[in-house]
């Protein structure tokens, strides 16, 4: 298994038109949320080094980043750890996501451009595929978010959900194995990916609230 991600991470890095240090953050944080670097455990920048193929300075930042973020914890003297999840934080998680997500959702359907529309259409013909997998499913729900977030051409409220998405998706995959009607959830996103490109922002706005809504429920019924 570590061989494998070695090599789709190194693949995936150099491929990349980001900076460094922007590459060192997603291919960590992808980790960290992933469940690949579980909660708690200790994050060595040598084996990240060698697993990413970056040098220690884009390792370094990225990790400082992660730790503004809360996904990341340095301890001095103790060193650095993934963060552990805590499952208490996900009514304030959710309280402010409702409404950062809602109007992300309006301000995307009032502004995407024709290309984002192509761009959103592209993931609506993902939806209903007969292979996909929860992992598979798991992507599709993390493409859809970042394309809302993208499509409000706003960098800050961008910036600020990706965080708050990223704590969120941590713990759909600590509980993916045991979610009810998994595919039922990401289905939710097709209304929202078709009020975006319509234009529809009340309905946008709605349909987008009342996913945060469900998803936080799914998971309190799981405790």
Known sequence: MATRVNTTARESLRDSPLSMADQAYEAIRDLIVTLQIPPGDP?????????????????????????????????PRRGTFATEVNITDLALISEVRLQLEGHAAYCAAQRRTQVEQQELRQLLQKFGEPTATDADLMRLDTEVHRAVYRCTHNEYLEATLGQYYNLVLRIWYLFLDRLPHFSEHIEQHRP??????????????????????????????LL
Do not use: C, N, W
């Open 43 to 75: 994050i060595s920048e040598e084996r990240l080094m060698r697993q990413l193929g970056l040098g220690r300075t884009p390792i370094h930042q990225a990790i400082k980043r992660l730790e503004s973020e809360r996904l990341v914890a340095i301890y």
């Open 192 to 221: 929202l990916l078709e009020a975006i490109i319509a234009g529809d922002a009340e309905e946008a706005r709605e349909t987008v609230r009342g996913h945060v809504v469900t998803f936080e429920r799914t998971v309190r019924a």
